[in-house]
């Protein structure tokens, strides 16, 4: 059976105008973002899911997008997050419920 991993994308409310320019289908301010991902959070980790909360760059995340042709959307940031998951090759999960 393979483990189901959730990427949580967790955007400094600093970063957040620069993000939300990126990612245009994002919630219109930092407290929805949070809100959204804490909710989706509790769902997958009663569902049994990893939780794997990465930090995002927009900066990082744009010249990701860029250098794979990709938009900048809420489905990309799913790529980065997978991408960029230092634990993505680890044998044993971050974190679980």
Known sequence: MSTVVYHVPL?????????????????ATHHA??????GRTAEER?????????????????DHARRNGYETSLATLGCFLEDIDPHRNDPTPATTG
């Open 33 to 38: 973002w949070a809100e959204l991902y804490r």
């Open 46 to 62: 009663q569902a049994g899911h990893v939780i794997h909360e990465i930090h995002v760059d927009p900066h990082r995340f744009a």
């Open 11 to 27: 955007v400094a409310s600093h970063d957040y105008d620069v993000f939300r320019e990126l990612v245009r289908e994002a919630p």
